[in-house]
């Protein structure tokens, strides 16, 4: 059963030695962090894996979180830092990310669809193959302003860079998503949006 | 300066200023483009807070749980007691042992004893081993040898045991 308890409660209950609350906590934001570690990890193995280290971080420094911020803040500030260490661990640093090779990479993995099938699949499963094939950084600031219900200040705070900043890459990320899904698309895309 | 789809951004997250929002709806209203543009940023905005989030496995709530459990099971014993047990224990050992020492101290009468240490002589047919042997010659060596190795043992375990803390 669905705990009815925001956020706030269940971790007091948490700190308070009770396990379950916190697996409520974690079953109320696991499909949000599964989803901005897919982002990064581009692998559902790798994802899971990237999404159960966060919550074992979050509940080991539960105790240090002050409350200032929204937990869902908070929790996504490490789901990013975790993502970006799982992504060093595995060479493919912030700066690579970036890299034009790393782009076509991914660009070549779904490549292959079928041009006349087009009509038969549905609109989010366009804009999600155009979502992964965003690097990293364009898709989770997407996905944290549409999905999880973040402020440009919350997703500044989360990712530690300032509101501006969030403002300007969002609009770039935003950019780079419409030629993706142009370029996917091709003429398709004009029934789409 | 702003290019159009950058201010019709702006104006659809409602993150620019009112003056700017009302030249914004002018313009969406009178120019054509703008008109047009908006419509197509409108509909991909719509189209990105309706995308679906991805679902994690069935048992993932199970895992964290069970990844959380396994790593208390691994905490040294030294960190899962709580210091407040440990205090209480130390402080009713000491009150103890102060109640016992007060009570005795109580009791004595210190009156009532006489001790003299010329009444105290050892039988005359007790002898006492002769300690001159064990502080000069082989034993002496041997314990000393013993002594430096086992010192060296122990320093080498402890700067291993630092080295791999450090480590972790």
New interface residues.
């Given amino acids: 059963m669905q705990s009815k308890l925001s956020d706030i409660e269940l971790i007091k209950l948490s700190l308070k030695g009770n396990?379950s609350a916190?697996?409520d906590l974690?079953?109320l934001h696991?499909?949000?962090v599964?989803?901005l570690a897919?982002r990064f990890t581009k692998s559902?193995e790798d994802?899971?894996e990237v999404?159960?280290d966060c919550?074992?971080k979050a509940?080991?420094s539960l105790e240090s979180f002050k409350q200032e911020s929204k937990f869902s803040t908070w929790l996504y500030s490490i789901v990013y830092t975790t993502a970006m260490t799982s992504l060093r661990k595995k060479r493919l640093d912030t700066s690579s990310i970036d890299d034009e090779e790393t782009y076509i990479q991914i660009e070549n993995v779904s490549s292959g669809y079928d041009t006349d099938n087009i009509e038969n699949k549905s609109?989010?499963f366009y804009?999600?193959q155009a979502?992964e094939q965003l690097t990293p950084d364009d898709a989770t600031i997407?996905t944290l302003f549409?999905?999880g219900e973040q402020s440009?200040e919350e997703i500044a705070q989360a990712l530690g860079i300032e509101a501006n900043s969030v403002?300007v890459k969002?609009?770039r990320a935003?950019?780079r998503?419409?030629e993706r899904?142009e370029h996917n698309l091709k003429n398709e895309v004009k029934e789409?949006? | 300066m702003n290019t159009m789809e950058e201010k019709l951004w702006n104006y659809i997250d409602g993150t620019c200023t009112p003056v700017e929002q009302d030249a914004i709806a002018r313009l969406i209203e009178q120019d054509e483009v703008y008109a047009k543009k908006y419509q197509e940023l409108l509909a991909l905005n719509q189209e990105l807070a309706a995308i679906e989030l991805d679902e994690p496995p069935m048992a993932f709530t199970y895992n964290v749980m069970e990844a959380i459990r396994a790593e208390n099971a691994m905490q040294p014993l030294k960190t899962a007691i709580d210091k407040r047990i440990i205090l209480g224990i130390s402080i009713f050992f000491v009150f103890t042992i102060l109640a016992l020492l007060v009570f005795s101290f109580a009791n004595i009468n210190i009156s009532d004893i006489h001790v003299s240490t010329a009444d105290i002589k050892l039988p005359a047919n007790v002898k006492l081993p002769s300690t001159n042997s064990l502080f000069n010659g082989p034993f002496l060596k041997w314990f000393l040898i013993f002594d430096v190795v086992l010192a060296l043992f122990l320093t080498d375990a402890y700067l291993r045991r630092k080295k791999t803390a450090k480590q972790v």
Avoid: D, G, H, P
Wanted: aromatic residues 18%; charged residues 25%.
């Fill in positions: 396990q916190y697996a974690v079953r696991q499909r949000f599964f989803t897919m559902r994802a899971e999404a159960q919550f074992v509940f080991r609109r989010s804009l999600n979502i997407i549409y999905k440009l403002k969002l609009f935003r950019q998503l419409k899904l789409l949006i």
